[in-house]
């Protein structure tokens, strides 16, 4: 018998969960054997067993027929299945998908003007409004990063495989502006660029130190950046979405995919309308435990026969 893993077949589960049921199996593998016998061997009452051999019966795993015996009328069991496969639902192609997780403070690149720093999870790193901090060796360790007007960029490897057909690239990260101290009204227009096309730009609304980030560390100051907005771009064969908005006509096929290393860039222009600033959220600060994180969803494609 073949079944699928759904809810209709929760009755062979049902039947299969008892080691009396298993035992029950086992013996009618052998012979067939009625209730009293069935009973006797397991060391069951004969009501219990009835009850046991219904639950069988509803899985279609066991037959029981009524026969004339000795004693009178009987019920005799035989074992109905010589094998049972579950069928597992297809997996969904298109749902697989490589994952990186690109700390703050792993970028590759940045220019920044004041005001601007960076912190790890358990100190401020250099000094504030220093540029030069962005290059000290400790920027590796940092889990929050802001500047006023710039760019900021991160390189990661592309593990996608020749047999593996890209069907949508989704970054998410944790953004907010960056005002002197904290404004909940200082927008900023800050652009998305991948592999140096420019997918879309988000104006934040502000930079919010109304209350204190959910996992904003608690020796970092209430007067401050403390949490931010979850971002999720999507980039797919119909367009770019931003918070699942289309947002640009910008397919997956042309955002470099090829490429071995790939490069995501952040930048906050001088020029720009709101030159609000740009402040990034990773692990241990803001609303939301994460850095950030790029998906690479695709599909496996035949590539055919290889011959030499």
């Known amino acids: 018998m073949k079944i699928n893993s759904s809810k209709d077949a929760l009755p062979v589960f049902a039947a299969l969960n008892s080691e009396t049921r298993l035992n029950i199996i086992y013996l009618l593998s052998q012979e067939s054997l009625n209730i009293s016998q069935l009973a006797e061997k397991l060391n069951v009452s004969s009501a219990v067993m009835t009850k046991h051999i219904k639950k069988l019966e509803t899985a279609n795993i066991v037959s029981a027929r009524t026969v004339n015996g000795n004693a009178g009328l009987q019920k005799m069991c035989s074992l109905k299945l010589q094998s049972l496969e579950i069928v597992f639902p297809q997996i969904n ?8 997780d690109i700390p703050v403070g792993r970028y590759m690149d940045i220019e920044a003007t004041p005001t601007c720093g960076l912190a790890s999870p358990l100190k401020i790193i250099g000094n504030f409004d220093d540029p030069r901090v962005f290059f000290l060796d400790e920027r590796i360790d940092a889990s929050i990063l802001w500047f006023t007007t710039g760019r900021i960029k991160y390189s990661f490897p592309n593990y996608l495989l020749s047999s593996q057909k890209p069907t949508s690239v989704e970054i998410s990260m944790e953004l907010g502006s960056e005002a002197p101290a904290a404004n909940n009204n200082w927008p900023s227009d800050i652009s998305f660029i991948l592999n140096g096309k420019k997918l879309c730009e988000w104006t934040s609304p502000g930079d919010f130190a109304d209350r204190r980030g959910r996992y904003t560390p608690s020796w970092w100051g209430t007067h401050i950046n403390q949490y931010g907005f979850l971002k999720v771009i999507r980039i797919t064969s119909k367009g770019v979405f931003l918070d699942g908005e289309l947002v640009s006509d910008l397919t997956i096929d042309n955002i470099n995919i090829d490429r071995k290393v790939w490069t995501f860039e952040l930048s906050v222009d001088e020029n720009c309308p709101h030159p609000g600033g740009l402040t990034i959220y990773g692990k241990n600060f803001g609303n939301y435990d994460q850095n950030i ?14 011959t030499t």
């Open 93 to 100: 192609k298109s749902n697989l998908f490589h994952s990186i």
């Open 293 to 306: 994180i790029v998906n690479t969803y695709y599909e496996i494609i035949n590539l055919g026969d290889c």
